[in-house]
């Protein structure tokens, strides 16, 4: 066993990475390509699904190379994948028949606000645990199906799109499926990956007729839905495929689920927070689905083989990461490493705080049409200040969440484990700690999120016996405790309130 892996595809919002993990869950690959980010109109975000699936092949083989693997030595894959974005492809050709609209794109609120109106909210709300917002992949869904062009086929004899996914000829998912289906052949999700499609039952564990029907999603579209950890496997790829080998693909989780599983959050109140494009907060609930009173979701953590779906807390914030980038777009910076350097050379914002409402306000706000908004500006403001409130920026919108999860869990953080790109930034991780008056706890290994989803796969085929391994596995590479006084938290938190204000209900168009 000690010359065998498992590998995990991580198919990301910019880019898709291939790593393959050893026993000790240490890194023994890694090969990274980035795709187009794709924007037709203000608000829309869309990506090529082949470009996607070419990069996918490209990074697995290029990654076993570079390490010198053989694909025989992969014991299993797993995959994990950016959430709710979602492709609708032909089952004959396997071609999409429209660019995949991403979990960021806005297109559909005005198809939101119709569902709000209706009062069909809560009612959407209790059968999903979601907010109902163009966030998810229902509306998405039926976007494409009204508006993807017919595809000129003889095939299709000129009938739309609709038409043909009501006679079972176009199938539907999410990233996993799509690279599930491109591997294996098979239509089939994850359990964590259907509850973000606004189309599952959480509570039933099945797709919901009348979910489906409100959003015009003709039933054979769907995939069928599986375990995160899936000893019965997923299919495997073909022998005589780009890998060259049979190589069974045997976990998948959303990447934000695979995030908690690789930082072995397998315990009723155990949290992560993911510092990506955007940030995601989730606290495990046990086989409990909590429903939140304060903005956050309930939704699918993980299920094992022959054991209950484990339910999470989740906040979504839709920019962080992004926010750096932005800066970086506007030449604000040249790099991301940069932004400490610059925050860390003034003593504050002298009061100027950047809400990053690029594509709306996620938990615990929620409103589709807030928009980027910088306040409190001079004439003596420079841009180390406005670096310096964008960061702070990643540091209240978390404190939003956490005091979200608190009152609805009922329980009170103690420790907040951090991963994703941006917790390399120690400035970052020292402001979150002061700001939400809690330790923050870095791992040594923070590509949790492929970790996570390697994980569930070796676990499905033996490769890891126990999730007690896993928690071995679990190293810390340093922890942040708070350093600032609470009082002087609260006041500089009870402002981002006030400029969180100013950003609502901005956009008018659509």
Same mark, same amino acid.
Not at 113 to 121: L, P
Not at 239 to 268: I, K, S
Not at 338 to 366: C, I, K, N
């Given at each position: 066993?000690?010359?065998?892996?498992?590998?995990?595809?991580?198919?990301?919002?910019?880019?898709?990475?291939?790593?393959?993990?050893?026993?000790?869950?240490?890194?023994?690959?890694?090969?990274? $390509?980035?795709?187009?980010?794709?924007?037709?109109?203000?608000?829309?975000?869309?990506?090529?699904?082949?470009?996607? @699936?070419?990069?996918?092949?490209?990074?697995?083989?290029?990654?076993?190379? +570079?390490?010198?693997?053989?694909?025989?030595?992969?014991?299993?894959?797993?995959?994990?994948?950016?959430?709710?974005? #979602?492709? /609708?492809?032909?089952?004959?050709? %396997?071609?999409?028949?429209?660019?995949?609209?991403?979990?960021?794109?806005?297109?559909?609120?005005?198809?939101?606000?119709?569902?709000?109106?209706?009062?069909?909210? +809560?009612?959407? $709300?209790?059968?999903?645990?979601?907010?109902?917002?163009?966030?998810?992949?229902?509306?998405?869904?039926?976007?494409?199906?009204?508006?993807?062009?017919?595809?000129?086929?003889?095939?299709?004899?000129?009938?739309?799109?609709?038409?043909?996914?009501?006679?079972?000829?176009?199938?539907?998912?999410?990233?996993?499926? @799509? /690279?599930?289906?491109?591997?294996?052949?098979?239509?089939?999700?994850? /359990?964590?990956?259907?509850?973000?499609?606004?189309?599952?039952?959480?509570?039933?564990?099945?797709?919901?007729?009348?979910?489906?029907? +409100? !959003?015009?999603?003709?039933?054979?579209?769907?995939?069928?839905?599986?375990?995160?950890?899936?000893?019965?496997?997923?299919?495997?790829?073909?022998?005589? %495929?780009?890998?060259?080998?049979? &190589?069974?693909?045997?976990?998948?989780?959303?990447?934000?689920?695979?995030?908690?599983?690789?930082?072995?959050?397998?315990? +009723?109140?155990?949290?992560?927070?993911?510092?990506?494009?955007?940030? !995601?907060?989730?606290?495990?609930?046990?086989?409990?689905?909590?429903?939140?009173?304060?903005?956050?979701?309930?939704?699918? %953590?993980? *299920?094992?083989?022959?054991?209950?779906? *484990?339910?999470?807390?989740?906040?979504?914030? !839709?920019?962080? %990461?992004?926010?750096?980038?932005?800066?970086?777009?506007?030449?604000?910076?040249?790099?991301?490493? *940069?932004?400490?350097?610059?925050?860390?050379?003034?003593?504050?914002?002298?009061?100027?705080?950047?809400?990053?409402?690029?594509?709306?306000?996620?938990?615990?706000?929620?409103?589709?049409?807030?928009?980027?908004?910088?306040?409190?500006?001079?004439?003596?403001?420079?841009?180390?200040?406005?670096?310096?409130?964008?960061?702070?920026?990643?540091?209240?919108?978390?404190?939003? &969440?956490?005091?979200?999860?608190?009152?609805?869990?009922?329980?009170?953080?103690? #420790?907040?484990? /951090?991963?994703?790109?941006?917790?390399?930034?120690?400035?970052?991780?020292?402001?979150?700690?002061?700001?939400?008056?809690?330790?923050?706890?870095?791992?040594?290994?923070?590509?949790?999120?492929?970790?996570?989803?390697?994980?569930?796969?070796?676990?499905? &085929?033996?490769?890891?016996?126990?999730?007690?391994?896993?928690?071995?596995?679990?190293?810390?590479?340093?922890? !942040?405790?708070?350093?600032?006084?609470?009082?002087?938290?609260?006041?500089?938190?009870?402002?981002?309130?006030?400029?969180?204000?100013?950003?609502?209900?901005?956009?008018?168009?659509?």
């Amino acid at each position: 066993m000690a010359d065998t892996y498992v590998g995990a595809i991580d198919q990301g919002t910019t880019g898709t990475r291939f790593m393959v993990f050893d026993h000790s869950g240490q890194v023994v690959a890694n090969a990274y $390509r980035k795709h187009e980010q794709i924007y037709p109109e203000p608000g829309w975000v869309e990506h090529d699904p082949m470009e996607i @699936w070419e990069n996918t092949k490209d990074v697995v083989t290029t990654g076993l190379d +570079e390490a010198d693997l053989d694909p025989e030595q992969l014991e299993a894959l797993g995959i994990t994948n950016q959430r709710e974005t #979602t492709v /609708v492809w032909d089952k004959e050709t %396997g071609k999409p028949v429209h660019n995949a609209l991403v979990w960021q794109d806005r297109r559909t609120t005005d198809r939101v606000e119709e569902i709000q109106e209706a009062g069909k909210v +809560e009612w959407i $709300r209790e059968k999903t645990g979601l907010e109902c917002d163009a966030y998810f992949s229902a509306t998405k869904t039926e976007w494409i199906l009204d508006n993807a062009e017919p595809l000129k086929m003889e095939a299709s004899r000129g009938e739309d799109v609709r038409t043909r996914a009501e006679n079972g000829e176009l199938l539907m998912g999410t990233i996993d499926t @799509w /690279v599930i289906y491109n591997l294996t052949g098979n239509h089939i999700t994850e /359990v964590s990956n259907a509850s973000r499609t606004m189309l599952y039952n959480i509570h039933d564990l099945e797709w919901d007729d009348e979910l489906l029907e +409100e !959003f015009n999603v003709p039933r054979p579209m769907v995939p069928e839905v599986r375990p995160s950890s899936d000893e019965n496997t997923y299919g495997s790829t073909d022998a005589d %495929g780009f890998l060259g080998a049979e &190589v069974p693909v045997a976990g998948a989780l959303g990447d934000q689920q695979a995030a908690m599983f690789g930082q072995t959050c397998f315990d +009723e109140g155990d949290a992560k927070n993911t510092y990506g494009t955007g940030s !995601f907060y989730l606290m495990n609930t046990g086989t409990d689905a909590v429903s939140s009173d304060h903005g956050l979701l309930t939704t699918i %953590g993980f *299920q094992m083989s022959g054991e209950p779906v *484990q339910y999470a807390l989740e906040g979504a914030i !839709f920019i962080t %990461g992004a926010a750096i980038e932005w800066l970086e777009d506007v030449d604000l910076i040249n790099n991301a490493a *940069q932004t400490a350097e610059l925050a860390r050379s003034v003593d504050s914002t002298d009061g100027v705080y950047m809400v990053p409402a690029f594509t709306g306000l996620g938990a615990p706000h929620w409103d589709g049409r807030a928009r980027g908004t910088i306040v409190g500006m001079t004439r003596g403001t420079r841009k180390e200040h406005v670096v310096r409130a964008t960061l702070e920026s990643i540091a209240y919108q978390t404190r939003d &969440v956490a005091e979200a999860m608190e009152a609805d869990s009922g329980v009170e953080m103690t #420790t907040l484990r /951090v991963d994703g790109g941006a917790v390399k930034n120690n400035f970052l991780c020292q402001l979150q700690s002061d700001i939400i008056q809690t330790d923050i706890a870095r791992p040594e290994v923070d590509e949790t999120t492929a970790l996570g989803s390697a994980y569930a796969a070796g676990l499905a &085929v033996g490769y890891w016996d126990t999730v007690d391994e896993l928690r071995d596995n679990w190293q810390i590479d340093r922890e !942040f405790g708070p350093e600032m006084d609470s009082s002087e938290a609260d006041k500089l938190y009870s402002r981002w309130d006030d400029a969180v204000e100013k950003s609502l209900d901005w956009a008018q168009e659509g």
